[in-house]
């Protein structure tokens, strides 16, 4: 499978977005669905993942409130969407699967990103 992340733009504070991960090449199907966002020199942060099979959502607790992960059947799809935003949330988002989601270091695909940058 490969990954397509798209969405991200420069939006105001306050504001919100959504961005998308599409799949190609197959289904997510056994799949665990994740985002990830990373800024330069900084470490890349857990934001959320669903279980598409399960729907079953996990969250990074400290991004939990503003950020909703969700499943699209129909457009085979995972969606992330940022309410609130705020300047920090600026980063590249990423979006990943695996088959396990036990460690981060053995993530299986990863997408290539999109940019969000949030002014003030």
């Known amino acids: 499978v490969q990954l397509q992340a798209s969405g991200g733009g420069l939006v105001q504070a306050g504001e919100s977005l959504t961005l998308s991960c599409a799949a190609s090449g197959r289904t997510f199907v056994g799949y665990t669905v994740g985002w990830f966002r990373q800024t330069p020199g900084n470490e890349r942060d857990f934001v959320a993942a669903v279980h598409w099979a399960a729907g079953r959502t996990y969250y990074n607790d400290s991004m939990q409130g503003r950020f909703t992960i969700s499943r699209d059947s129909d457009k085979n799809t995972v969606n992330l969407r940022i309410s609130g935003l705020k300047p920090e949330d600026t980063a590249r988002y990423v979006c990943?699967?695996?088959?396990?989601?036990?460690?981060?270091?053995?993530?299986?695909?990863w997408g290539t990103g999109t940019l969000v940058t949030v002014s003030s």
């Open positions: 990943a699967a695996d088959r396990r989601w036990t460690d981060v270091s053995k993530i299986e695909v």
